[in-house]
């Protein structure tokens, strides 16, 4: 088994700026796509960036120009870079990634984090 811990949520003013991490608690693993997700009460799940093994990226709309995910693969960790935040990016955040344990690949989810922008 493998856990994802993220880390870097908080309370910002708009304008202002956090970064996001998500490690796998374990380097030994191999680790595919990864991606971060936002959820607000009562609305979908939206995926907010994602990124290939091969760091090829991925970004949904609302965040393109602002945000930057990167990953680490020698620490099997991913980042978001926000920046320029607003009320609206105010959300759950939650690190998504695909791992191969024992040859089969599985999809593993982080606990989330709280990510508030306020105006």
């Known amino acids: 088994q493998v856990q994802l811990v993220e880390s870097g949520g908080g309370l910002v003013q708009a304008g202002e700026s956090l970064r996001l991490s998500c490690a796998a608690s374990s380097s030994s693993v191999r680790i595919g796509d990864m991606r971060w997700y936002r959820q607000t009460p009562g609305n979908q799940r939206e995926l907010v960036a994602r990124?290939?093994?091969?760091?090829?990226?991925n970004y949904a709309d609302s965040t393109k120009g602002r945000f930057t995910i990167s990953r680490d693969n020698a620490k099997n960790t991913m980042y978001l870079h926000m920046n320029n935040l607003k009320p609206e990016d105010t959300a759950v955040y939650s690190c998504s990634a695909d791992v191969m344990i024992r040859a089969r690949w599985g999809t593993y989810w982080g606990q989330g984090t709280q990510v508030t922008v306020s105006s």
């Open positions: 990124i290939s093994i091969d760091g090829i990226t």
